[in-house]
């Protein structure tokens, strides 16, 4: 008995080279969150040092950590949601299960 493939009902490969590169979106999530943090905290530190009002050491470096904490802080925010954003506008889809008929 020979089986016969309906092409109907069976999912593409992913390997196929022939479809269009998918983007997971918890990857871009997580990409530009990790991306734009370490920015922000860049950012944050060289803020931190440039309007540093510190006299001591121990006040500057914590003024520096602080400064790091909340600049990277806000670059993840900003990261994760850009990052959800564009995983949802150019993300895949799961596709639906097919019953075996």
Partial sequence: MEHSADTRTEHPSMSDPALPAMIDP??????????????????GLVAGIFVQAASGLLPALLNAFIAVLAGGSAGAVTGGTLG???G??????????IEPS
């Fill in 26 to 43: 918890s990857e871009t999530v997580t990409g530009f969150a990790i991306i734009l943090g370490i920015i922000g905290a860049v950012v």
């Fill in 88 to 97: 949802v506008v150019k993300g895949r889809r799961v596709p639906k299960a």
């Fill in 84 to 86: 959800a954003v564009l």
